[in-house]
């Protein structure tokens, strides 16, 4: 296949032209990675979901040169387990003040603001999106998110939502590594 099919959902111009810049692609865990469900074993442990596709579209991230981080309010072990195999070298658990994080990452990484998008989902998220040069939710998003995004995936949190950002990530850069395949 030489050239990519359409994206099967629309992306709006100004979408589009965001995304060519991005180089820090940041989300949120709960409701965006996951489907916001909060799963506690007898002994109180945290368990986690998370989608298969989600996991490669981080991984395609990676692969195009995109650096890849999580910022989330929880801190478990399954999440750290699942941010270690998929390689998330950004990953900032346990964070109650999101953007002095995303601050600190953009300083250390030497990006501007217009080269990093972040994913939420609730109104924790928001002074993160605000800052960012491009703003993502997902469908079961608070409407305060939902409202500023500039594009919301089509599909919810840990349903594959992730996976639809990465692709209009990609197909922007024109970066989809066809041929390149990662552990999930």
């Known amino acids: 296949m030489n050239q990519l099919p359409k994206l099967p959902y629309d992306v709006p111009a100004d979408v589009t032209a965001k995304a ?13 990675l996951t489907d916001g ?12 979901v998370f989608h ?11 692969l195009a040169g ?6 989330s309010a929880r801190n478990s072990q399954a999440l750290r387990k699942r941010m270690q195999d998929l390689g998330v070298r950004h990953c900032h658990l346990g964070v109650n003040d999101k953007l002095a ?21 609730d109104v924790i998220d928001l002074p993160v999106m605000q800052q960012c040069g491009l703003k993502f939710s997902v469908q079961n998003g608070h409407f305060i998110v939902l409202a500023i995004a500039d594009w919301v995936a089509p599909l919810t949190g840990g349903q594959g939502a992730v996976r639809a950002i990465c692709d209009v990530l990609l197909y922007s850069q024109n970066a989809y590594p066809l041929g390149k395949t990662a552990q999930q």
């Open 20 to 32: 060519k810049l991005i180089k820090l692609a940041l989300f949120d865990v709960d409701g965006v």
């Open 37 to 48: 469900k909060l799963h506690y074993s007898a002994d109180g442990e945290q368990v986690k």
């Open 66 to 71: 995109i650096e890849v981080g999580v910022i």
């Open 101 to 121: 994080v995303f601050e600190q990452l953009k300083r250390d990484l030497k990006f501007d603001d217009a080269e990093c998008a972040f994913t939420g989902d």
């Open 52 to 62: 298969a596709l989600d996991g490669h579209g981080l991984k395609m991230l990676q």
